[in-house]
């Protein structure tokens, strides 16, 4: 069984899931490169999970072909469903049974083709399914928080090709999540303005940040981008629930991500990303949900790994970046896409 345990020098969790050393081979890199496992094509249905969601053609089955999005657990899960949470005491520490969700979202029938290379349409189908799954998940009370994450290539952290992002709901909020919940409660305390608009209002100013923009969306490179190329793609209307965004945001959403993956490729020849999905915990008692409709808003991090992460970074938490953002904003708005 998984489980949590908290370092209480630094306020991290860590989860411990021996069941992922099981996954067999064609689940794992081997020399760097990403094995073809077959599984979420149409007619091979049968070798995953049954699915929990999915996108189909009217009059298909579950769990046959037909879909478009499907959505399954993950065969070898970072955290287990079942059971209750059980957190205690061990001496100084603390640690909480292994209580969570981790699903995998196919994106895609097609083994070969990438996010990016869908049509928009099909995009904002895979944003959706997103969207409802947390819809469902958030349901169950043992949940704090969900994470949504999309790892591609060996550099990223991923052992598949075929197009698919993970969800995972934990039991805590993580403290990635707690560190820009707290920023955004400091700046809207201090100033009484939040957080994400003036952030909006700055690189509007400047300019030189932005690299696409349409009526819901702003994506720019961020003033202190970890990562060359690091993106930023953020909501106009304040939201702190990803879960709350209306069908036509994002269908916006899909256009705009569509555009920045494609010019990240042509420009820096498919560089290996994650992109992850920041929203705002769950289960918040009413005065905490006010707080938060006030100063949080979800956004998506594109990051590309065109550059490793080694002692300096673990030691110190700062990032060495070669690549100024206000450069990186103008090669990209400068790469031309169909």
């Not at 001496?91 to 909480?96: A, E, H, K, N, P």
């Not at 555009?259 to 918040?284: E, F, M, S, V, W």
């Not at 707080?291 to 673990?314: C, K, N, Q, T």
Request: overall charge neutral; some cysteine; charged content about 25%.
């Amino acid at each position: 069984m998984p489980e949590l345990r908290r370092d209480p020098l630094v306020g991290r969790w860590v989860v411990f899931s021996p069941e992922r050393k099981q996954r067999p081979q064609d689940f794992h890199l081997q020399n760097g490169a990403l094995q073809e496992p077959g599984a979420f094509t149409w007619g091979k249905e049968h070798l995953t999970p049954p699915e929990v969601y999915a996108i189909r053609k009217e009059g298909t089955e579950p769990n046959s072909p037909g879909w478009q999005v499907r959505v399954v657990p993950n065969r070898f899960p970072a955290l287990r469903i079942e059971g209750d949470l059980m957190p205690e005491g061990d001496g100084l520490y603390d640690r909480i049974n292994g209580i969570g969700a981790h699903e995998v979202i196919i994106e895609t029938p097609h083994a070969t083709e990438a996010l990016e290379d869908q049509s928009v349409e099909a995009i904002a189908n895979v944003l959706k399914s997103y969207r409802n799954r947390i819809i469902d998940l958030r349901r169950d009370s043992r949940f704090r928080s969900i994470l949504i994450f999309k790892n591609v290539g060996p550099m990223a952290g991923a052992s598949l090709r075929h197009a698919h992002s993970q969800l995972i709901a934990l039991p805590v909020v993580p403290r990635m999540l707690q560190e820009r919940l707290t920023s955004a409660r400091a700046h809207y305390a201090a100033k009484e303005r939040n957080l994400f608009e003036d952030i909006l209002r700055a690189e509007h100013r400047e300019g030189k940040r932005i690299v696409l923009e349409n009526n819901s969306f702003a994506a720019f490179c961020p003033y202190a981008s970890r990562f060359p190329f690091e993106l930023c793609l953020l909501p106009k209307r304040q939201n702190p629930h990803y879960h709350h965004s209306s069908d036509a945001e994002l269908e916006l959403a899909a256009d705009a991500l569509k555009q920045l993956l494609q010019r990240l490729n042509k420009g820096l020849g498919k560089p290996d990303y994650n992109l992850i999905l920041h929203t705002a915990p769950l289960q918040r008692e009413a005065t905490e949900e006010a707080r938060l409709e006030a100063d949080f808003r979800w956004h998506i991090e594109v990051l590309p790994r065109l550059s490793g992460i080694a002692g300096f970074e673990f030691g110190t938490g700062f990032f060495i970046n070669s690549t100024l953002p206000e450069e990186a904003a103008q090669f990209l708005r400068a790469v031309k896409i169909q």
